[in-house]
């Protein structure tokens, strides 16, 4: 019974989205049990407290480009979207173009940069956060940049990572920018700090 409901669950998010979710399905016949477990870790990713949106979608959209060559990250582009994010917003965090992007979102696209990487500027980051946001919005940020993850990750572990798809905005395909090879998420982080 558990695995019909999952099933036509995943059913209706596919059509919804235009999304392949058949890792899924695939998880679902091995064990409803294992898909109950999966469906509720990634509920982290609904918590969000203290952040704006935008900050919100550009750890997301961010961390998920890191593990995704398209599918999901044309979805979580697209939920974005929903969600009334600007276009251009969604545009500069896909790009990478720090200089389009409003400071909030500057800040949370060079703290994820920073995180995936394991580079030490991310403290730098978090400490702006913690003074900018407070604890919870770290705690945001930290629970969107690992479910974001989470999809793509179990996507391929379950042989279903090879399809790539192009990256739409507003209906016009936006050409990802490359994995960076420089560290472009490192600048001064004072230039972050809230002025009082």
Known sequence: ?????????????ERHWDYDASYLRDIIDASPHAA?????????????????IEALIAA???AVRSEDCGPCTQLATAMAERRGVPPGI?????????????????LAWRFTKAVLAHDPAADDYRAVILERWGSR???SLAFAITTARIYPTVKYA????????????GGAPVP?????????W?????RFVTKR
Request: hydrophobic share 50%; charged share 20%; net charge positive.
């Open 186 to 190: 490192v600048v001064d982080p004072v």
């Open 158 to 169: 379950m042989g279903h990572g090879k399809a790539c798809r192009r990256v739409v905005v």
């Open 1 to 13: 019974m558990l695995g019909w409901l999952f099933r036509r669950t995943v059913s209706a998010f």
């Open 90 to 106: 969604l545009r500069a965090i896909l790009t990478d173009d720090v200089a389009a992007m409003p400071d909030d979102v500057a």
């Open 60 to 62: 997301g959209i961010t």
């Open 137 to 139: 919005a770290v705690v």
């Open 36 to 52: 109950w477990r999966f469906f509720n870790a990634a509920r982290l990713g609904t918590y969000s407290r203290d952040v704006p």
């Open 176 to 184: 990802i920018a490359p994995e960076l090879t420089s560290r472009p």
